[in-house]
Structures are given as structure tokens and as C-alpha cells.
């Protein structure tokens, strides 16, 4: 994978309420998982946080901090239009 850059802050902040799913398999998450970006990372105003949906039979919750480009690489937006 490409080198590790961040988002602008402005971009991670038009980032929050985004839907997204998985495009492209990473170690931790199968194709299709879905989630949203729920935030900006407080310690690094580059990163997105996506909190992904699990199972409704889980009471856990589970949150993930992503730069630009492994969000361009792994993510795709769902279109909530």
C-alpha cells in the first residue's frame, strides 16, 4: 500500500456522517462490512474514525481510525441519495 497520508483537516471533518463499506479486504475486515465515520481522531485531525455495524446480537461496538489513503484504497462512500 502507498505511503501513509493524512486527510486535510477540513476534508475529515466533510468526512462525519459518511456511510461507507469495505472495497478491498484488509486484515481485520471482509468485503462489504459497513460502517459510518462518526468523527475526526481528537489526536490527529487527519484521521477518520468509522465506527462499523456489527451484528445486532453483539452489544460491542467497534471504531477504526483511517488516513486518506488507506480510506481512497479500502473504502468506497454508499450513496445515501
Known sequence: MATFIPFA?????AK???R???VRENHLLPVGTTGTVI???ATHSGLVVI???LPPDTHNSWEQWFGKTKYEACLAEIDQG
Open 20 to 22: 461507507v463499506h469495505v
Open 51 to 53: 465506527r462499523w455495524d
Open 39 to 41: 468523527g475526526v481522531c
Open 16 to 18: 462525519i456522517g459518511k
Open 9 to 13: 483537516p477540513h476534508e475529515a471533518v
